[in-house]
């Protein structure tokens, strides 16, 4: 049985970089006393309730991690439990999953790298000004951080899923 308690003072909830606030968490759903999921009214007034799987979180605001990601963890804890065949082909699609997100990150740091050597050209042929470049730059490396954090969480994601199918692996050959 779950029990709901509002909170006295709801929580921002943001996507998962921190970047734009999604809405509030107001509801806390508690199942077996411990929280299990929170309602969370989006900024269009939609109420939708996010088990805390999904949520982290960091200084005092939840954050609103990706269905990828939530997946991945999930997986990866399952195989340390206990592998089977079918968290192996899982955690093999899951991979390639963050592979491809991994792919789609790179291709966006080689768009960021134009976007540079055509302000660099812009400015060094007089066609804007010194702060427009500065303001230009400042924002593009907000950008390039932020790319970078998912790029590594990713790896550290693939990363662990691949240590896990290993051990599996192992697993299978001394249990023959």
Known sequence: MSERRTLKKPLEVYDWEGRFLVGHAEVEVRK??????????LRDGVVIEYPIEQLREVKGRLML?????????????RLQREPSKEAINE????????NDILTALEGERERQRELVLAK??????GDISEDDYQ????RLQEERRRVNERMQIIRDLI????????AAKLGEKFEE
Do not use: C, H, K
């Open 135 to 138: 303001s230009f730059v400042a």
């Open 32 to 41: 077996e006393g411990r929280v299990a999921a929170y309602e969370v009214r």
């Open 120 to 125: 660099i050209a812009d400015y060094s042929l």
């Open 91 to 98: 955690a093999r699609r899951v991979a390639a999953v963050l």
């Open 159 to 166: 990363d662990r899923l691949n240590m896990q199918l290993v």
């Open 65 to 77: 991690m990706p269905t990828w990601y939530v997946v991945a963890e999930q997986l990866i804890s």
